[in-house]
């Protein structure tokens, strides 16, 4: 079993930036595909970016796409989200998760992810 625990979040303005880590532990990230999700208030957690095992395949929700960056380093197990050009629609709490799946492609829903971390707060302020 992997744990997961995101850092990075944080306070910034619009148009800003900010890089989210998500690290693991028990398990090397690198028996897993991972994504990204995040909830703002009020609503439903939201697929924001997947990468698979081999970061061979990224695939970005298309409110972030061309903004955001996923990538990750299996040597020091820790996996990224660099954030550029934030808008305050951003402001979510940001969620790392691990799929046990063996695919070449990310899946993009939620329940296909077993492991999760406790999340990591965003604002970006207008």
């Known amino acids: 079993q992997v744990q997961l625990v995101e850092s990075g979040g944080g306070l910034v303005q619009a148009g800003g930036s900010l890089r989210l880590s998500c690290a693991a532990s028990?398990?090397?990230?690198?028996?897993?595909?991972m994504g990204w999700f995040r909830q703002a208030p009020g609503k439903e957690r939201e697929f924001v970016a997947g990468?698979?095992?081999?970061?061979?395949?990224?695939y970005y929700a298309e409110s972030v796409k061309g903004r955001f960056t996923i990538s990750r380093d299996n040597a020091k197990n820790t996996m990224y989200l660099q954030m550029n050009s934030a808008k305050p629609e951003d402001t979510a709490v940001y969620y790392c998760?691990?799929?046990?799946?063996?695919?070449?492609?990310?899946?993009?829903?939620?329940?296909?992810?077993?492991?999760w971390g406790q999340g990591t707060q965003v604002t970006v302020s207008s």
């Open positions: 998760a691990a799929d046990e799946g063996s695919n070449w492609y990310v899946q993009v829903q939620q329940e296909r992810y077993e492991y």
């Open positions: 028990g398990r090397t990230l690198s028996r897993y595909n």
């Open positions: 990468i698979n095992w081999r970061s061979s395949y990224t």
